[in-house]
Protein backbone atom coordinates (compact mmCIF):
# COMPACT_ATOMS: atom_id res chain seq x y z
CA UNK A 1 0.00 0.00 0.00
CA UNK A 2 1.32 3.10 -0.80
CA UNK A 3 2.17 5.68 1.92
CA UNK A 4 0.03 8.61 0.75
CA UNK A 5 -2.58 8.69 -1.06
CA UNK A 6 -2.55 11.83 -3.67
CA UNK A 7 -5.57 12.77 -5.53
CA UNK A 8 -5.14 14.56 -8.80
CA UNK A 9 -8.43 13.91 -10.73
CA UNK A 10 -10.33 16.92 -10.11
CA UNK A 11 -12.01 16.48 -13.53
CA UNK A 12 -14.10 14.10 -12.41
CA UNK A 13 -14.87 15.75 -8.58
CA UNK A 14 -13.79 17.84 -6.26
CA UNK A 15 -14.09 17.14 -2.10
CA UNK A 16 -17.10 18.87 -0.87
CA UNK A 17 -15.87 22.18 1.10
CA UNK A 18 -16.02 22.38 4.47
CA UNK A 19 -17.51 25.68 4.43
CA UNK A 20 -20.05 24.67 1.97
CA UNK A 21 -21.03 21.18 4.50
CA UNK A 22 -21.52 24.11 7.10
CA UNK A 23 -23.80 25.61 5.10
CA UNK A 24 -26.06 23.27 4.27
CA UNK A 25 -25.97 21.39 7.28
CA UNK A 26 -29.28 23.09 9.36
CA UNK A 27 -30.91 22.54 6.20
CA UNK A 28 -30.92 18.64 5.58
CA UNK A 29 -32.10 18.78 9.74
CA UNK A 30 -34.00 21.83 11.89
CA UNK A 31 -35.03 24.10 8.24
CA UNK A 32 -36.69 20.44 6.71
CA UNK A 33 -39.67 22.94 5.37
CA UNK A 34 -40.86 22.49 1.86
CA UNK A 35 -40.49 25.64 -0.16
CA UNK A 36 -43.92 25.02 -1.94
CA UNK A 37 -45.53 24.91 1.82
CA UNK A 38 -47.46 28.17 2.65
CA UNK A 39 -46.52 28.07 6.45
CA UNK A 40 -43.23 29.49 8.43
CA UNK A 41 -41.18 26.12 7.75
CA UNK A 42 -42.12 26.60 3.87
CA UNK A 43 -41.39 30.19 4.05
CA UNK A 44 -37.73 29.97 5.43
CA UNK A 45 -37.08 27.26 2.53
CA UNK A 46 -38.32 29.32 0.41
CA UNK A 47 -36.30 32.26 1.19
CA UNK A 48 -33.11 30.23 1.20
CA UNK A 49 -33.58 28.67 -2.16
CA UNK A 50 -34.52 32.39 -3.44
CA UNK A 51 -31.43 33.87 -1.41
CA UNK A 52 -29.25 30.75 -3.56
CA UNK A 53 -31.07 32.10 -6.81
CA UNK A 54 -29.81 35.26 -6.18
CA UNK A 55 -26.08 34.39 -6.01
CA UNK A 56 -26.11 32.05 -8.64
CA UNK A 57 -27.57 35.19 -10.83
CA UNK A 58 -25.30 37.94 -9.40
CA UNK A 59 -22.33 35.51 -10.53
CA UNK A 60 -23.68 35.05 -13.81
CA UNK A 61 -24.69 38.66 -14.22
CA UNK A 62 -28.15 37.65 -14.93
CA UNK A 63 -31.61 37.84 -13.46
CA UNK A 64 -32.57 35.19 -10.49
CA UNK A 65 -35.37 34.18 -12.96
CA UNK A 66 -33.16 32.99 -15.18
CA UNK A 67 -31.76 30.46 -13.15
CA UNK A 68 -33.25 27.08 -12.74
CA UNK A 69 -31.59 23.85 -10.29
CA UNK A 70 -31.86 20.89 -11.58
CA UNK A 71 -30.51 17.54 -10.42
CA UNK A 72 -26.56 18.14 -11.90
CA UNK A 73 -24.46 18.59 -15.11
CA UNK A 74 -26.43 15.77 -17.10
CA UNK A 75 -29.68 17.05 -15.89
CA UNK A 76 -29.19 20.52 -17.08
CA UNK A 77 -27.55 19.34 -20.62
CA UNK A 78 -30.20 17.00 -21.01
CA UNK A 79 -33.21 19.87 -20.30
CA UNK A 80 -31.48 22.64 -22.09
CA UNK A 81 -30.87 20.51 -25.41
CA UNK A 82 -34.80 18.82 -25.36
CA UNK A 83 -36.17 21.52 -24.01
CA UNK A 84 -35.00 23.92 -26.20
CA UNK A 85 -34.99 21.55 -29.35
CA UNK A 86 -38.30 20.79 -28.52
CA UNK A 87 -39.39 24.80 -28.33
CA UNK A 88 -37.62 25.38 -31.43
CA UNK A 89 -39.38 23.42 -33.30
CA UNK A 90 -42.52 23.94 -31.97
CA UNK A 91 -42.34 27.83 -32.51
CA UNK A 92 -40.33 27.77 -36.11
CA UNK A 93 -40.39 24.37 -37.39
CA UNK A 94 -36.22 23.70 -36.97
CA UNK A 95 -35.29 20.40 -36.94
CA UNK A 96 -31.07 20.38 -36.68
CA UNK A 97 -28.89 20.12 -33.88
CA UNK A 98 -25.71 21.52 -34.06
CA UNK A 99 -23.07 20.19 -31.91
CA UNK A 100 -19.69 18.89 -31.98
CA UNK A 101 -17.68 15.58 -31.10
CA UNK A 102 -15.89 16.40 -28.35
CA UNK A 103 -19.40 16.83 -26.27
CA UNK A 104 -19.80 15.29 -22.85
CA UNK A 105 -21.97 12.17 -23.46
CA UNK A 106 -24.98 14.79 -21.37
CA UNK A 107 -25.25 16.48 -24.91
CA UNK A 108 -23.90 14.15 -27.28
CA UNK A 109 -26.56 11.14 -26.43
CA UNK A 110 -28.86 13.87 -25.92
CA UNK A 111 -28.44 14.96 -29.01
CA UNK A 112 -28.20 11.23 -30.64
CA UNK A 113 -31.58 10.22 -28.98
CA UNK A 114 -33.29 13.48 -30.18
CA UNK A 115 -32.12 12.25 -33.60
CA UNK A 116 -32.86 9.07 -32.91
CA UNK A 117 -36.65 9.19 -31.01
CA UNK A 118 -37.79 12.39 -31.91
CA UNK A 119 -37.44 13.22 -35.95
CA UNK A 120 -33.91 15.89 -35.09
CA UNK A 121 -31.46 15.81 -37.67
CA UNK A 122 -27.90 15.67 -35.79
CA UNK A 123 -24.80 18.12 -37.26
CA UNK A 124 -21.28 17.88 -36.35
CA UNK A 125 -19.15 20.63 -36.35
CA UNK A 126 -15.71 19.38 -37.08
CA UNK A 127 -12.57 20.32 -34.81
CA UNK A 128 -9.06 20.65 -34.98
CA UNK A 129 -6.27 18.73 -33.84
CA UNK A 130 -6.94 20.38 -30.41
CA UNK A 131 -10.81 19.85 -29.89
CA UNK A 132 -11.33 23.25 -30.87
CA UNK A 133 -14.74 24.64 -33.05
CA UNK A 134 -13.74 27.28 -35.61
CA UNK A 135 -15.88 30.27 -35.65
CA UNK A 136 -15.84 29.98 -39.25
CA UNK A 137 -17.19 26.43 -39.53
CA UNK A 138 -20.49 27.16 -37.49
CA UNK A 139 -21.23 30.37 -40.08
CA UNK A 140 -20.88 27.53 -42.71
CA UNK A 141 -22.75 25.43 -40.84
CA UNK A 142 -25.84 27.23 -39.03
CA UNK A 143 -28.73 27.21 -40.96
CA UNK A 144 -32.38 28.50 -40.22
CA UNK A 145 -33.39 24.93 -39.76
CA UNK A 146 -30.99 24.87 -36.64
CA UNK A 147 -32.94 24.76 -33.63
CA UNK A 148 -29.98 24.70 -31.24
CA UNK A 149 -25.92 25.14 -31.11
CA UNK A 150 -24.26 23.25 -28.00
CA UNK A 151 -20.63 23.78 -27.46
CA UNK A 152 -18.55 22.42 -24.70
CA UNK A 153 -16.83 25.90 -23.10
CA UNK A 154 -13.87 23.99 -21.31
CA UNK A 155 -13.32 20.30 -22.01
CA UNK A 156 -13.38 17.59 -19.72
CA UNK A 157 -11.04 15.01 -21.18
CA UNK A 158 -8.33 16.93 -22.91
CA UNK A 159 -8.95 20.62 -20.99
CA UNK A 160 -9.35 22.33 -24.53
CA UNK A 161 -11.13 25.72 -24.17
CA UNK A 162 -13.78 26.84 -27.04
CA UNK A 163 -14.39 30.45 -28.33
CA UNK A 164 -17.27 30.32 -26.83
CA UNK A 165 -18.05 34.88 -26.85
CA UNK A 166 -17.12 34.49 -30.81
CA UNK A 167 -19.37 31.16 -31.55
CA UNK A 168 -22.54 33.04 -29.02
CA UNK A 169 -22.19 35.76 -30.91
CA UNK A 170 -22.80 34.07 -34.23
CA UNK A 171 -25.99 32.45 -33.18
CA UNK A 172 -27.33 35.30 -31.67
CA UNK A 173 -27.15 37.14 -34.95
CA UNK A 174 -28.70 34.81 -36.32
CA UNK A 175 -31.62 34.00 -33.82
CA UNK A 176 -30.54 30.33 -32.76
CA UNK A 177 -30.43 29.66 -29.40
CA UNK A 178 -26.57 28.90 -28.22
CA UNK A 179 -26.34 26.50 -25.18
CA UNK A 180 -22.47 25.65 -23.73
CA UNK A 181 -21.85 23.30 -21.27
CA UNK A 182 -19.40 25.50 -18.79
CA UNK A 183 -19.99 22.35 -16.09
CA UNK A 184 -15.73 21.84 -16.34
CA UNK A 185 -15.22 25.44 -16.59
CA UNK A 186 -17.06 27.39 -13.80
CA UNK A 187 -14.41 26.37 -11.52
CA UNK A 188 -11.75 28.34 -13.06
CA UNK A 189 -12.96 30.73 -15.48
CA UNK A 190 -15.20 33.48 -16.26
CA UNK A 191 -18.83 32.64 -16.42
CA UNK A 192 -20.61 35.96 -17.18
CA UNK A 193 -23.23 35.34 -19.09
CA UNK A 194 -23.54 38.08 -21.52
CA UNK A 195 -19.60 38.08 -22.11
CA UNK A 196 -20.42 34.48 -22.87
CA UNK A 197 -23.11 35.24 -25.62
CA UNK A 198 -25.06 32.30 -24.41
CA UNK A 199 -28.66 31.59 -24.31
CA UNK A 200 -28.38 28.48 -22.02
CA UNK A 201 -25.20 27.41 -19.67
CA UNK A 202 -25.01 24.34 -17.84
CA UNK A 203 -23.23 23.89 -14.47
CA UNK A 204 -22.80 21.01 -11.87
CA UNK A 205 -21.49 21.38 -8.40
CA UNK A 206 -19.74 18.91 -7.56
CA UNK A 207 -16.93 19.95 -10.39
CA UNK A 208 -16.64 23.33 -8.05
CA UNK A 209 -16.42 21.65 -4.05
CA UNK A 210 -19.81 21.64 -3.94
CA UNK A 211 -22.49 18.56 -3.65
CA UNK A 212 -23.07 16.16 -5.81
CA UNK A 213 -26.31 15.40 -7.30
CA UNK A 214 -27.06 19.19 -7.77
CA UNK A 215 -27.06 21.35 -10.78
CA UNK A 216 -28.24 24.56 -12.06
CA UNK A 217 -29.08 25.78 -15.68
CA UNK A 218 -29.23 29.44 -17.38
CA UNK A 219 -32.04 30.28 -19.22
CA UNK A 220 -32.12 33.51 -20.49
CA UNK A 221 -34.88 35.26 -20.41
CA UNK A 222 -36.87 35.00 -24.06
CA UNK A 223 -35.09 31.70 -24.92
CA UNK A 224 -38.08 28.90 -25.43
CA UNK A 225 -37.55 25.72 -23.12
CA UNK A 226 -40.04 22.89 -22.98
CA UNK A 227 -40.40 21.47 -19.68
CA UNK A 228 -39.04 17.55 -19.72
CA UNK A 229 -39.90 16.99 -16.07
CA UNK A 230 -43.41 17.53 -15.49
CA UNK A 231 -45.12 18.02 -12.44
CA UNK A 232 -45.59 20.42 -9.30
CA UNK A 233 -44.57 24.08 -10.40
CA UNK A 234 -41.31 24.51 -9.10
CA UNK A 235 -38.56 25.64 -10.71
CA UNK A 236 -41.40 28.28 -12.84
CA UNK A 237 -42.54 24.69 -14.13
CA UNK A 238 -39.84 23.96 -16.13
CA UNK A 239 -38.21 21.63 -13.16
CA UNK A 240 -40.98 19.28 -11.39
CA UNK A 241 -39.89 18.21 -7.79
CA UNK A 242 -39.72 19.25 -4.82
CA UNK A 243 -36.88 21.16 -4.26
CA UNK A 244 -33.41 19.43 -2.81
CA UNK A 245 -32.65 22.95 -0.13
CA UNK A 246 -29.79 21.56 1.30
CA UNK A 247 -27.92 20.68 -1.81
CA UNK A 248 -29.24 23.92 -3.62
CA UNK A 249 -27.89 26.05 -0.77
CA UNK A 250 -24.54 23.87 -1.02
CA UNK A 251 -24.74 24.82 -4.81
CA UNK A 252 -24.80 28.35 -4.31
CA UNK A 253 -22.28 28.69 -1.25
CA UNK A 254 -19.28 26.54 -3.17
CA UNK A 255 -20.13 29.12 -6.37
CA UNK A 256 -20.05 32.11 -3.99
CA UNK A 257 -16.50 30.62 -2.43
CA UNK A 258 -15.14 29.47 -5.92
CA UNK A 259 -16.37 33.37 -7.56
CA UNK A 260 -14.12 34.69 -4.83
CA UNK A 261 -11.10 32.65 -4.77
CA UNK A 262 -11.33 31.56 -9.06
CA UNK A 263 -8.40 34.62 -9.90
CA UNK A 264 -6.04 33.05 -6.97
CA UNK A 265 -6.31 29.57 -7.58
CA UNK A 266 -6.69 29.50 -11.34
CA UNK A 267 -2.99 31.36 -10.81
CA UNK A 268 -1.55 28.48 -8.81
CA UNK A 269 -3.30 25.48 -10.44
CA UNK A 270 -1.33 26.86 -14.35
CA UNK A 271 2.08 26.81 -12.62
CA UNK A 272 1.47 22.99 -11.22
CA UNK A 273 0.06 21.99 -14.35
CA UNK A 274 2.92 23.56 -16.33
CA UNK A 275 5.21 21.45 -14.31
CA UNK A 276 3.23 18.56 -14.83
CA UNK A 277 3.35 18.85 -18.87
CA UNK A 278 6.92 19.81 -18.84
CA UNK A 279 7.87 17.01 -16.49
CA UNK A 280 5.96 14.00 -18.08
CA UNK A 281 6.65 15.12 -21.84
CA UNK A 282 10.76 15.28 -20.86
CA UNK A 283 10.28 12.19 -18.37
CA UNK A 284 7.79 9.37 -20.42
CA UNK A 285 9.10 8.59 -23.52
CA UNK A 286 6.82 8.40 -26.68
CA UNK A 287 4.46 10.51 -24.48
CA UNK A 288 2.36 13.66 -26.75
CA UNK A 289 0.10 16.35 -24.77
CA UNK A 290 -3.56 15.87 -25.96
CA UNK A 291 -5.64 19.51 -25.94
CA UNK A 292 -4.56 22.46 -26.47
CA UNK A 293 -1.08 23.73 -25.13
CA UNK A 294 -2.67 27.34 -23.53
CA UNK A 295 -5.98 27.47 -24.17
CA UNK A 296 -7.10 24.88 -21.70
CA UNK A 297 -8.15 24.39 -17.93
CA UNK A 298 -5.99 25.78 -15.56
CA UNK A 299 -5.91 22.05 -13.98
CA UNK A 300 -5.31 20.13 -16.44
CA UNK A 301 -3.12 18.44 -17.70
CA UNK A 302 -3.90 15.51 -20.37
CA UNK A 303 -1.44 12.99 -22.36
CA UNK A 304 -1.26 10.00 -24.68
CA UNK A 305 1.18 7.49 -23.94
CA UNK A 306 2.23 5.30 -27.31
CA UNK A 307 2.02 2.06 -26.69
CA UNK A 308 0.14 2.05 -23.49
CA UNK A 309 -3.23 -0.15 -22.05
CA UNK A 310 -5.15 3.42 -20.00
CA UNK A 311 -6.40 0.56 -17.50
CA UNK A 312 -3.66 -1.11 -16.11
CA UNK A 313 -1.60 2.38 -16.13
CA UNK A 314 -4.74 3.67 -13.79
CA UNK A 315 -4.32 0.75 -11.95
CA UNK A 316 -1.05 0.97 -11.44
CA UNK A 317 -0.64 4.96 -10.47
CA UNK A 318 -3.58 3.87 -7.58
CA UNK A 319 -1.50 0.95 -6.16
CA UNK A 320 1.64 3.81 -5.93
CA UNK A 321 -1.18 5.97 -3.90
CA UNK A 322 -2.31 8.51 -7.41
CA UNK A 323 -5.81 8.65 -8.38
CA UNK A 324 -5.68 9.72 -11.73
CA UNK A 325 -7.85 9.10 -14.67
CA UNK A 326 -7.89 8.41 -18.39
CA UNK A 327 -10.37 10.50 -19.49
CA UNK A 328 -14.04 11.48 -18.87
CA UNK A 329 -14.84 9.48 -15.59
CA UNK A 330 -17.85 7.48 -16.44
CA UNK A 331 -15.74 6.21 -19.34
CA UNK A 332 -13.26 3.85 -16.78
CA UNK A 333 -14.01 0.19 -16.84
CA UNK A 334 -14.32 0.56 -21.17
CA UNK A 335 -11.47 -0.58 -22.84
CA UNK A 336 -12.38 1.18 -25.14
CA UNK A 337 -10.55 4.07 -27.20
CA UNK A 338 -12.04 7.22 -26.34
CA UNK A 339 -14.58 9.05 -28.93
CA UNK A 340 -12.97 12.75 -28.51
CA UNK A 341 -9.48 11.18 -28.78
CA UNK A 342 -10.98 9.34 -32.16
CA UNK A 343 -12.18 12.53 -33.33
CA UNK A 344 -8.35 14.50 -32.79
CA UNK A 345 -7.28 11.89 -35.49
CA UNK A 346 -5.60 10.02 -32.85
CA UNK A 347 -4.68 6.11 -33.80
CA UNK A 348 -5.71 3.24 -31.29
CA UNK A 349 -1.79 2.87 -30.81
CA UNK A 350 -1.50 6.63 -29.21
CA UNK A 351 -5.65 6.46 -27.79
CA UNK A 352 -5.60 3.69 -25.96
CA UNK A 353 -3.00 5.14 -23.63
CA UNK A 354 -4.37 8.65 -22.11
CA UNK A 355 -3.98 10.16 -18.58
CA UNK A 356 -5.49 12.91 -17.89
CA UNK A 357 -3.99 14.55 -14.44
CA UNK A 358 -6.02 17.33 -13.05
CA UNK A 359 -5.17 19.30 -9.92
CA UNK A 360 -7.48 21.09 -7.31
CA UNK A 361 -7.21 23.14 -4.11
CA UNK A 362 -5.16 20.88 -1.93
CA UNK A 363 -2.49 19.94 -4.44
CA UNK A 364 1.13 21.00 -3.50
CA UNK A 365 4.41 21.50 -5.34
CA UNK A 366 6.03 18.42 -3.24
CA UNK A 367 3.07 16.42 -4.13
CA UNK A 368 3.50 17.39 -7.82
CA UNK A 369 7.22 16.21 -7.92
CA UNK A 370 6.13 12.87 -6.13
CA UNK A 371 3.70 12.11 -9.06
CA UNK A 372 6.80 13.05 -12.05
CA UNK A 373 8.88 10.71 -10.11
CA UNK A 374 6.64 7.89 -9.91
CA UNK A 375 4.84 7.90 -13.27
CA UNK A 376 8.04 7.19 -15.44
CA UNK A 377 8.94 3.77 -14.03
CA UNK A 378 4.99 2.96 -13.75
CA UNK A 379 4.67 3.90 -17.71
CA UNK A 380 7.89 1.36 -18.36
CA UNK A 381 6.29 -1.51 -16.23
CA UNK A 382 2.83 -1.27 -17.90
CA UNK A 383 4.24 -0.79 -21.12
CA UNK A 384 6.58 -3.69 -21.10
CA UNK A 385 3.81 -6.05 -19.00
CA UNK A 386 0.54 -5.30 -20.65
CA UNK A 387 1.49 -4.63 -25.04
CA UNK A 388 -1.64 -3.28 -26.84
CA UNK A 389 -2.58 -5.02 -29.32
CA UNK A 390 -4.15 -2.82 -32.41
C1 LIG B 1 -19.10 16.16 -14.94
C2 LIG B 1 -19.59 16.74 -16.22
C3 LIG B 1 -20.93 16.68 -16.60
C4 LIG B 1 -21.96 15.92 -15.78
O1 LIG B 1 -22.23 16.55 -14.58
P1 LIG B 1 -22.93 15.72 -13.38
O2 LIG B 1 -23.21 16.78 -12.37
O3 LIG B 1 -21.91 14.74 -12.91
O4 LIG B 1 -24.15 15.11 -13.93
C5 LIG B 1 -21.33 17.28 -17.76
N1 LIG B 1 -20.44 17.92 -18.54
C6 LIG B 1 -19.13 18.02 -18.22
C7 LIG B 1 -18.22 18.77 -19.10
C8 LIG B 1 -18.66 17.42 -17.06
O5 LIG B 1 -17.37 17.49 -16.76
Known amino acids: ?6 YLDHAATTPLDDRVFAAMAPYFREKFGN ?22 AEILGSYSQEILFTSGGSESDNLA ?22 EHPAVLKTAQDLAARHGFHLDLLPVDGYGRVDPGDLVARITPETAIV ?61 PKGVGALYVRNGTGLASTQT ?71 SFVFHGVEANSLLAALDIAGYG ?36 GRSNTRDEIEAFLDALPPIVRRVRSAFPVRT
Open 1 to 6: MAERRI
Open 35 to 56: PSSIHVWGQEGEAAIEGARRTV
Open 81 to 102: LRGAALAERHARGATRILTTPV
Open 150 to 210: SVIYANNEIGTLNPIRELGAICRERGVPFHTDAVQAASQLPIVVDSLNVDLMSLGAHKFYG
Open 231 to 301: GGSQERGFRAGTHNVPLIIGLAEALRITHEERASQAARFRILRERIIAGVLERVPESRLTGHPRDRLPNHA
Open 324 to 359: CSSGSACKTGAPEPSDILAALGLGDDWSLGSLRVTV
